[in-house]
């Protein structure tokens, strides 16, 4: 008797020869302290994650992403790490953390944890010990500590600016003065001091003991640097080439860390994965996504383009061939807790560069507008539409997805959130003129009421609009045509679609229209326009639209409607 076994229906790991689970899995990004509240103090945490295990099983992802959960004074929103193998006493404890593996465990997801090893928080056992030990110190040598330029030093020792504003520099009781590429409060640690490295290699043992199946790695460019006097200034440092040998950014000489790390990796029995952040030009991506060094690579290329087919085109087809140069899997991304959400940036696209009376939109990224009448020219609907439709599209590619908390809710970026109220370091060290990334971060709307919809009993940390009710999970949950329910359908099927890493564009006869197959048949069509655009010729039957109307509708009108994606079997 034969016994016919469907491989796309097997769990990932089933089969021996069956890719490792990474390669195609679809990553859910938790921003802990803005997801569940179990305790009620306004801030969520670890206990709240595990009270909404099943709503991540049920939302079809294959492994969860959390953002850093460890002790921090949130200066940074958690990413300045007072201890790396703790959790912050308000998310919880390392026991919860291991309830919490197992729970998300027991329903087939994979859990990746953030480190940050750029910088450690000034509230780091270290930072205390190199400021209380004074110049010329061991303790010291571990950050970057130099003497301040001028005749008593009163100066920084570059014109370098930190990537939240102001001075990179900051001066300490004793005159000298420490790096610090983002906030004050997160000192850079000096990568050519072996203590640092054999620290990064136990914590990652730490979390990889515990179960964890693998890490995020922050600003994974950044870390080596040569500081060799005399410094550049920063005109001197923006006219050197970053090919390898620039001192700050994206050095060759990081792949050696990234070495010893895949040892510890390879180590793990399945090996534990990592993806690298690293903001690089892409000729330099297949580096960090190599099998030598972390073997997979944000590509964030999505992130900052328009709802556009020429775009979109030209990202997919370079990034897959940037995947194939190293070997990994392509990654794709349309929203992170660092930008705005994709809802928002669709829907301000037709902005005018400038206002009526002359002024210039104060914008940050792709866009952003803080005045109420500024938010009236928001296209909310147009904008979730499109987010929906490029979701689709990203959902169908080959490789890994990467979602952010609330995408799943069609949410929009969050624009009422008082000065006095907000938290990003950006906002207060660029003086208010960007807003940072608040709005993001807002803690989630799981009931339609409730003084923080659900998300826990204390309130907030960051205030939630009204308009959140009606794009809670409960809200959602109750509307078959709603982002949710497309997200939980369009999860459910690439799961059963899924197929080797491959993809083929088919032609179309118009500019604002993408179709692409996989090796299987399954096909993807995205009307980028405004004008219908019909079902080609014997086409598979439609399996999904990001429309909200049902796949039986759309096949019936055979045609994609503007601005929507359109799901096709295989013929
Ligand atoms: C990148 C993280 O995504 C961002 O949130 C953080 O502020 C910087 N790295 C610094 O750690």
């Known amino acids: 008797m034969t016994v016919s076994i469907d491989a796309a229906r097997l769990p990932l790991d089933a089969l021996a020869d069956t890719p490792p689970w990474w390669r195609q899995a679809t990553v859910y990004q938790i921003y802990p302290r803005s997801f569940a509240d179990a305790d009620g103090d306004g801030l969520g945490d670890i206990r709240g994650i595990l009270s909404r295990a099943d709503y991540l099983a049920e939302l079809g992802i294959d492994a969860v992403w959390l953002s850093p959960f460890y002790p921090s004074e949130l200066a940074d929103g958690g990413y300045d790490v007072a201890d790396y193998r703790d959790v912050d006493p308000r998310l919880g404890t390392l026991a919860d953390v291991d309830d919490m593996l197992a729970a998300l465990h027991a329903r087939g997801l994979k859990v990746v944890i953030d480190i940050v090893p750029n910088h450690t928080s000034d509230q780091h056992a270290w930072f205390r010990e190199a400021l209380a ?332 609009p009204a308009w959140f009710a009606g794009h809670s999970v409960a809200a959602e949950e109750a509307d078959p045509d709603s982002t949710l329910s497309m997200y939980r359908r369009a999860l459910a099927l690439r799961h059963d679609l899924q197929t080797a890493e491959e993809l083929v564009w088919i032609d179309t006869d118009r500019a604002d229209v993408l179709h692409f197959a996989r090796p299987n048949g399954w096909q993807v069509v995205t009307n980028f326009g405004t004008e219908p655009y019909p079902l080609p010729e014997g086409a598979g039957a439609v399996l999904l639209t990001s429309a909200p109307v049902d796949a039986d509708a759309a096949a019936s009108t055979g045609v994609v409607a503007a601005e929507q994606t359109v799901w096709l079997a295989p013929a």
């Open 133 to 464: 030990a004074g110049r010329g110190s061991a303790a010291r040598e571990r950050y970057i500590f130099r003497e301040g330029s001028g005749p008593d030093g009163a100066e920084p020792p570059t014109d370098w600016t930190a990537a939240f504003g102001g001075s990179a520099w900051v001066r300490v009781a004793d005159g000298q003065w420490y790096l610090h590429s983002f906030a004050i409060e997160q000192p850079d640690l000096n990568w050519a001091h072996p203590e640092v490295r054999a620290d990064f290699v136990r914590t990652l043992r730490f979390w990889s003991d515990r179960g964890v199946d693998g890490f995020r790695i922050d600003v994974a460019h950044m870390l080596t640097k040569d500081l060799s006097e005399p410094l550049p200034s920063a005109a001197e440092l923006a006219a050197i080439p970053v090919d390898g040998n620039h001192p700050l950014l994206d050095r060759d000489d990081v792949h050696e860390v990234y070495a010893q790390w895949r040892e510890v990796f390879d180590s793990y029995d399945p090996p534990r994965t990592a993806v690298a952040e690293a903001w690089v030009a892409s000729d330099r991506v297949p580096k960090y996504a190599s099998p030598e060094s972390l073997g997979q690579s944000f590509n964030f290329d999505l992130l900052v383009a328009d709802f556009d087919a020429g775009q979109f085109r030209a990202i997919v087809t370079h990034n897959i061939d940037l995947a194939a140069r190293s070997g990994s899997s392509s990654t794709w991304v349309l929203s992170n807790h660092d930008v705005f959400r994709h809802a928002t940036r669709y829907g301000l696209r037709d902005l005018p560069a400038v206002d009526e009376d002359g002024a210039v939109p104060r914008r940050h990224g792709a866009g952003w507008l803080e005045s109420g009448a500024d938010q009236a020219r928001l296209d909310r609907v147009g904008g979730e539409r499109r987010a929906r439709a490029a979701t689709l599209f990203l959902l169908g590619l080959p490789g890994s997805a990467y979602l952010y908390q609330g995408e799943e809710l069609g949410l929009h970026e969050v624009a009422e959130i008082p000065g006095d109220q907000r938290q990003d370091p950006t906002y207060f060290r660029t003086h208010q003129e960007q807003y940072g990334r608040d709005g993001c971060r807002v803690p989630l709307p799981w009931t339609t009421e409730g003084p923080s919809f659900g998300f826990g009993d204390g309130g907030a940390h960051l205030p939630q």
